[in-house]
């Protein structure tokens, strides 16, 4: 059975750090684009960071420079420095073999429970 599992996920001060993880199970996750996206209470699910299987990265705008999405086998990680109060969200690991737009949540057959991130002023 696939699976993703988030873990990490808190309630820090505006300025803490927090790293997310993803367990990925039944499945090479090496072979797949591998992302974070968010979702705060009354918005849209956005896209945050992706890895790809060679280790490209991209991030959104608002987060570059502050996290950094790594993986190594079959786990995925989100490091999140400088947090601030508009990280606030549901964080959620997502998979796919192929995206055409990586951002684009449609594009992610796999999707985690999440983990929720809480950051206070």
């Known amino acids: 059975q696939v699976q993703l599992v988030e873990s990490g996920g808190g309630s820090v001060q505006a300025g803490g750090s927090l790293r997310l993880s993803c367990a990925a199970s039944g499945y090479t996750s090496s072979s797949y684009y591998m992302a974070w996206f968010r979702q705060a209470p009354g918005k849209e699910r956005e896209g945050v960071a992706v890895?790809?299987?060679?280790?490209s990265t991209w991030y959104t705008d608002s987060v570059r420079g502050r996290f950094t999405i790594s993986k190594d086998w079959n786990t995925l990680y989100l490091r999140m420095n400088s947090l601030k109060p508009e990280d606030t969200g549901m964080y959620y690991c997502a998979a796919a073999l192929w995206v055409g737009s990586v951002f684009q949540p449609a594009e992610y057959k796999l999707w985690g429970q999440g983990t929720q991130v809480s950051v206070s002023s």
């Open positions: 890895i790809d299987r060679h280790g």
